[in-house]
């Protein structure tokens, strides 16, 4: 049985006498360790009905890009194959949510409706007018969290130390293993997903962020990620060297949870289980669990995730305070995007991103602390940060990226520091203090192979 905590229903429509069981697949793009999915096939077998599964291609989705479209597009690819072994029908369509999933529904007769669990604002859209449009009961089920983000804290949290006992009271609970999905009886349901196949070549959105080699899209790639980082990097001291840019000593599995490639939930059962230190595994659990769900629950609560007016007060009072500070350098968007500063590390940094697709965590504090250090006004550091880490990061329009440009320049879920100009309160960088942690020139020549094996 899955848990109920998890599952929360968002209309007051009473279960149709239908012949199909739907699951509206949307932020988590996987078959296994999926607890949507799961409840779906549970509520299919209660009502005796065939289980099928619906995703809908959306043309105009807010920062996208050919890079994680591509990305996204076959890892759906995967979906359908992983589905089709277990006799579910995989049905998509284009079109915008609020009006193809109810015209799914209809086509299909659907009794009850399934779908993912998001904060974000689109996806909270997309579902409020599903719920409002479609005949049936419409659940929603956080299977990107651990602990549901409704279950942890029924507010918008300060820091990590406020939902940390929060989120662990609870861990025993939730953290359990996966039941497996049941392969279907066969049905005369076709699979229909034809517009996968020339969805790339019909691709309108931005052509000009090109799909990357280094990052494999998929559940398969994923779960080899996952070995790799569990067996090699995790045990091989991920605590001590995470925050070394000049060393690839990260788990790299941001873009595949992004597009819910892989379970966190998942992740977090295999690194306990693993050989590696109580240092190593505490490390990492505390990015995976304490960090990621954290930003959930901000991007949840507050309605200005993305912007200057989600900062806290005191951080947006200080830098009022001195928005009117000289600057010693000032750089556009198109500066900016294009690596055209005079800091070679911050232009490493930006180049690492366009490259791979993926900066290392450590430089993004850095890389968002100079853009509010080089733009007129703290607001526009978060544009230009947000519209930067979208379009080109593979875990971009993201919790954690948003909480993440919101951390280093607006001082969230963080305490006010020594002032100083533009920065007023907000905790400070520079790269002496970079220089004093990593080989700065290793990380740059890093970045540069990255720009001759692309070329």
């Not at 991920?238 to 939930?265: E, M």
């Not at 450590?362 to 930067?388: C, D, G, H, N």
């Amino acid at each position: 049985m899955i848990q109920k905590e998890r599952t929360r229903i968002l209309n007051d429509k009473n279960v149709a006498k239908g012949e199909t069981v739907a699951y509206w697949m949307s932020r988590e793009q996987r078959v296994v360790d999926n607890w949507a999915l799961l409840y779906a096939q549970q509520i299919s077998e209660d009502l005796n009905l065939p289980l099928i599964v619906f995703f809908t291609l959306t043309t105009n989705f807010p920062g996208s890009t050919l890079r994680s479209y591509d990305f996204m597009i076959n890892g759906l690819k995967e979906v359908a194959l992983n589905l089709e072994d277990l006799n579910i029908a995989f049905i998509v369509s284009v079109g915008e949510p609020e009006t193809e999933i109810l015209s799914l529904c209809q086509r299909y007769n659907v009794s009850t409706l399934v779908t993912d669990f998001s904060p974000l604002r689109i996806g909270r859209k997309w579902r409020r007018g599903v719920a409002e449009k479609i005949n049936v009961p419409l659940y929603e089920v956080d299977a990107r969290n651990i602990v549901p983000v409704w279950c942890a804290s029924d507010k918008k949290e300060f820091a990590a130390y406020t939902i940390r006992p929060k989120i662990q009271s609870r861990l025993d609970l939730h953290l359990t293993t996966f039941p497996s999905l049941k392969k279907q009886k066969k049905t005369n349901i076709s699979q229909d997903t034809t517009c996968l196949e020339n969805s790339l070549e019909n691709y309108s959105g931005d052509k000009s962020v090109k799909p990357v080699e280094i990052f494999k899209p998929g559940e398969r790639a994923a779960l080899e990620k996952l070995d790799y980082f569990i067996t090699k990097i995790l045990p091989g001291g991920y605590a001590d060297k995470r925050n070394d840019p000049s060393v690839d000593f990260l788990s790299n599995l941001s873009p595949y949870l992004h597009f819910g490639q892989i379970s966190a939930q998942k992740i977090a059962l295999k690194a306990k289980q693993s050989t590696a230190s109580e240092d190593n595994k505490k490390s990492f659990l505390e990015e995976l669990i304490i960090r990621r769900e954290l930003a959930d629950n901000y991007c949840y609560y507050e309605k200005n995730y993305d912007n200057f007016e989600g900062f806290p007060d005191w951080a947006k009072q200080s830098l009022r305070d001195h928005t009117q500070d000289k600057r010693q350098y000032l750089y556009s968007l198109e500066q900016f995007e294009t690596a055209k500063t005079h800091d070679p590390i911050w232009n490493a940094a930006q180049k690492e991103m366009i490259l791979t697709g993926k900066m290392h965590g450590y430089m993004r504090m850095y890389w968002a602390k100079k853009i509010l250090e080089w733009s007129q006004t703290p607001e526009e550091a978060m544009k230009f940060a947000v519209i930067l880490n979208d379009k080109y990061e593979l875990d971009g329009r993201d919790p954690n990226g948003y909480v993440g440009c919101a951390w280093s320049i607006g001082g969230l879920h963080d305490r006010p520091w020594f002032e100083r100009p533009i920065f007023g309160k907000i905790r400070y960088m520079n790269d002496n203090g970079l220089r004093r942690r990593f080989d700065v020139e290793s990380y740059i020549a890093k970045v540069d192979k990255y720009q001759i094996n692309i070329i």
